[in-house]
């Protein structure tokens, strides 16, 4: 019985990422267009649904190089190792109420939120070896750009994950979300009045982590595909290519989860979800909200993206360590403070 | 302002100034105006023409392929005065004259072909020419598999 529970939510969460993520591709290319006036690919399937697959098709039918040079073993596990610590953070990500005894999460591991930035992290190396493996100097300036980035807005989002998991008392992501669900969201506060401007600056510094963890723009230093040749993945083809860029939307994703579990009440809505209510019914409610939301959440990625310029890689240094760390570290304090003398806990 | 008068200014507007700079430096009021125009664009209508449904209509006075006009009676209007073959800088149309079989000219064309693969589309024939024989149209889309077809003869100009 606990084999078949655990098939059946791992085969949930990898629905979820393999629906949501395709679906994201094509949604990056529709809304894009949308911004800019255009109508974007709408002519594979009904509205251009089916898009994504023919795109996959055309990068499996094309060829693989690897170039000269490169170091062969290298350059084929890099994109793997972008692709699966993404997927690996799934694993701790409540995706639903329980029902009866069984918690809807894959793993229940007691430090899932310490797990999942340590998992985020793992995404730096496919990055930096992708772009060694190369043997191109341009793939490889641009790995480090990028790994220059990711390691620069890590120390921010741990920052702001923390001011959470004070919030909470707690680094398990399922205690979080219950009590999200029983007191109050996050980004308002946990129910506490007092940390309101804290619960709202810290998902605003987290969002802004989140799109900088995923490469997204405004923080495009891995790519910088609108000008530049294309960073860390220059010499990829086919589904090395492939397998980059769903990882970039895999990642997204996850951190989109993240945001959801630890800001904006997991599963829980008001009156849709009740966490003392363990029937089936109200647990599948509970994952068709938490999809609702990942996919309402990810769309605002991709609104961000095709509304903001790339910033300028000093400006994004800039950003990160004198404007963000400094604001993340007054939050964790004002928590702290906070904490201690007005709630009396500590 | 220089250094020294920012520093003999009062201590809560320095410190209300670099808050201020602070804010501003965080680019959130920006970022959220421009979310708002984007928000915008995406219900406004598309400009995209979905190309083989729809197609563009190109504006008045385009300058398309060439058509040689017809009077009342359906004769060409063209009188094998060479003006247009003169004007033309792209030296792309090639007539032969012939003796008029009616009255009220001296010549005809008995060849009249135009290469539209040397045509600039410049117009210069249609203002040379003195009979209002000879224009260019709204066609746009030329599609051909050989070189040959693209030089286009009398005939075909007429019937353009």
Redesign the interface.
Known sequence: MTWLWLLGKIGAVLGIIFVVGPGLILAERRLSAFIQGRLGPNRVGPFGVLQPVADIIKLIMKEVIVPQGTDRTLFLLGPFLVFVPPLLGWAVIPFGNQIGEEHLQVANLNIGVLFLMSVLSVGVYGITLGGWASNNKYSLLGSLRAAAQLISYELTLGLAILSVVMFAGSVDPQRIVELQARNGWNIFGGGSLWLLPSGLLGFVLLYTCALAENNRLPFDMAECEAELVGGYHTEYSSMGFGVYMFAEYVAMTLSAALVITLFLGGWHFPYLTNPDDHSVAAGVISVAVFVTKLVLLTLTYIWVRWTLPRFRYDQIMSLGWRRLLPLALGNIGAVALIGVFVQGSP | MNHTAAQRLPLGLRVRSALTR?AI????PA?LQ??A???Q??L?P???L?YPEEHHIPRKGYRGEHRLKKDEQGRPKCVACFMCQTACPAECITIVAGESPWPDREKVPVKFEIDLLKCIYCGMCEEACPCDAIELTQTYTQVSTTRQEKVYDMERLLRN
């Open positions: 602070f430096g965080l680019y959130v970022i421009g979310l125009k984007t928000f664009w995406t406004r598309k400009f995209t979905q």
